[in-house]
């Protein structure tokens, strides 16, 4: 049971595709983010929304867009992404404060042909 | 920028023993949080064990401990009593209390547990 849930597990897309990662937390949090994990490399976060607000934006490529209607749902939109792009994309949420303690889905494997 | 370096990519230990995973961290601040993460197959990471720096006291969560070393910026995790179901990639993170949202994490290392 987890209370981030990310959609689809698994996804394999052309390089001319247009797909979107869904995600979705029932913690309550207000903040949620998009971490991109490919191997032998650390974590690397994306974006964050606070409030359904962005309020970071690690220099993504234009290819990925994010989207955040509401508190309890981020998107993120994919279009004309290049192979190196394959990875395992996860999402986080959390509540913000001092401690602000991130709790993760179970991610979504990205292959691009 | 803070890094954070996890020296062991791969670790192995028996089941019921115990192992220590290192983790050390470059930061010139003085108030941030670090936390040991778990990364089973099913991918989904789990957070294990956090420590405020502000705390000399090193944090437990059952059979999961740290030893934070502040001033030598280390922060190793411990398992006693290893099971079969402690097999995952285990993750460093560390967070600047004023930041914002930032997690730092290190490359991971792979635990392996053998009956």
């Known amino acids: 049971e987890t209370g981030v849930t990310q959609t689809p597990r698994h996804l394999v897309m052309g390089m001319t595709n247009k797909k979107s990662l869904k995600c979705e937390q029932h913690l309550g949090h207000n903040a949620m983010y998009w971490y991109k994990q490919s191997a032998k490399k650390p974590l690397e976060l994306m974006f964050v929304y606070s409030l359904e607000e962005r309020v970071e934006n690690n220099s993504v490529p234009s290819r990925f867009s994010p989207e955040c209607p509401n508190s309890s749902h981020l998107f993120l939109h994919l279009h004309t992404l290049q192979p190196e792009d394959s990875a395992l994309y996860l999402c986080a949420s959390s509540q913000g404060g001092r401690s602000n303690i991130q709790y993760f889905g179970a991610g979504t494997r990205l292959s691009v042909l | ?115």
């Open chain 2, 1 to 115: 920028a803070q890094t954070v370096t996890q020296s062991q990519p791969e670790m192995s230990v028996q089941e019921a023993e115990t192992v220590t995973l290192s983790c050390t961290y470059d930061t010139s601040e003085s108030d941030y949080y670090l936390f040991w993460y778990k990364q089973p197959p099913s991918r989904q990471m789990i957070l294990v064990i956090r420590q405020e720096a502000y705390k000399q006291q090193n944090a437990t969560e059952n059979r999961f401990s740290v030893n934070f070393q502040k001033a030598a910026k280390s922060f190793s995790l411990k398992i006693s009593d290893s099971q079969l179901g402690d097999a995952a990639m285990y993750f460093c993170a560390y967070r600047r209390v004023d930041s914002g949202y930032a997690l730092n994490f290190g490359k991971g290392t792979s635990l392996l547990v053998t009956p």
